[in-house]
């Protein structure tokens, strides 16, 4: 097999703080410098949230741009993807920085469970952050905690809603979501196929130690991979993950053993319809 594998990295996240891992970036100038770390070992989509100094989630839009600044500067190229996950504000606050036009963006299509609460995705704010992310020309990511949720990106595609084949991520190992498992795991691929077509790209994250099993599942069977501090903050259960790096080159590593290049970030903005780089760095983004 010789895809080429987009690896993503999810560098911060709302959960994990230092007391966790020492390495996950907290500030803009943490998250750029460990992004660009990450981008050098292999990575070309960086997803991100921003925090509060204090660690907490935040939403706020300055902070977004900062980060986007920094990482468009250092890492001429990658694609920036911003989450708007459900932990770093409510309702339309979610989708404050959208208007930065950020070259992808989450999208979660559906509620269900989390650990401890009920991850809410109304209808309303599905279709409001949908139309935003049209309007910006903004590629989602459709996190899918759920067989439904693909389906429902289905129908959303096919309203007109979502910008050409969405870019399904299966997110497995959330507890009191989906957990892990191979079938279900090969039924999301038989989906995805079904729906949207044969070559239709998808990736995979799984959460804590699944992380490196979800890596290995979707590396082989030809879809793309996601690793980062937001997932998982360990390499194993005696060590910590001195770096979202760390995580990235252990992508590569499987990529190697499965004999798939690690797509750079030409390829990956091929494969998944994304615009070139906005020239706002000349002499940098060539
Ligand atoms: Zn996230």
Redesign the pocket.
């Known amino acids: 097999m010789t895809k080429p594998c987009i690896i993503c990295v999810?560098i911060t996240?709302s959960l994990p703080t230092k007391a966790n891992n020492p390495a996950v970036p907290i500030t803009v100038s943490e998250q750029v410098e460990s992004t660009h770390e990450a981008f050098e070992a292999g990575a070309t989509i960086v997803?991100a949230?921003v925090r509060n100094d204090d660690e907490t989630p935040s939403s706020d839009p300055e902070k977004f741009a900062a980060l986007k600044e920094g990482i468009e500067r250092h890492c001429p190229g990658m694609i920036i993807q911003f989450?708007t996950?459900g932990r770093s504000g409510a309702g339309q606050t979610r989708g404050g920085m959208l208007p930065l036009r950020p070259d992808m963006a989450?999208l979660s299509v559906g509620s269900n469970n989390f650990p401890t609460r009920v991850y809410e995705n109304p209808p309303d704010l599905v279709d409001w952050l949908a139309r935003e992310m049209l309007l910006h020309e903004i590629k989602p990511e459709i996190e899918a905690f759920d067989l439904s949720h693909i389906l429902k990106a289905k129908d959303m595609a096919d309203k007109g809603q979502l910008a050409g084949t969405p870019y399904i991520q299966f997110v497995m190992g959330v507890k009191n979501a989906m957990p892990v498992d191979r079938d279900v795991f090969d039924y999301y691929i038989h989906a995805v196929r079904r729906l949207f077509g044969e070559e239709t790209p998808w990736c995979a994250a799984g959460i804590g130690a699944n992380q490196l099993r979800l890596n290995e599942w979707a590396v082989a069977a030809g879809g793309h991979a996601r690793t980062g501090l937001?997932d998982n903050v360990r390499l194993d259960r005696d060590r910590l993950a001195p770096s979202n790096a760390a995580l990235v080159r252990r992508v590569v590593d499987i990529c190697d053993s499965n004999n798939r290049p690690v797509a750079r970030w030409q390829e990956a903005r091929r494969i998944l319809g994304l615009r070139l780089p906005e020239q706002t760095n000349k002499g940098q983004a060539a």
């Open positions: 999810a996240g997803h949230h989450s996950g989450s937001e």
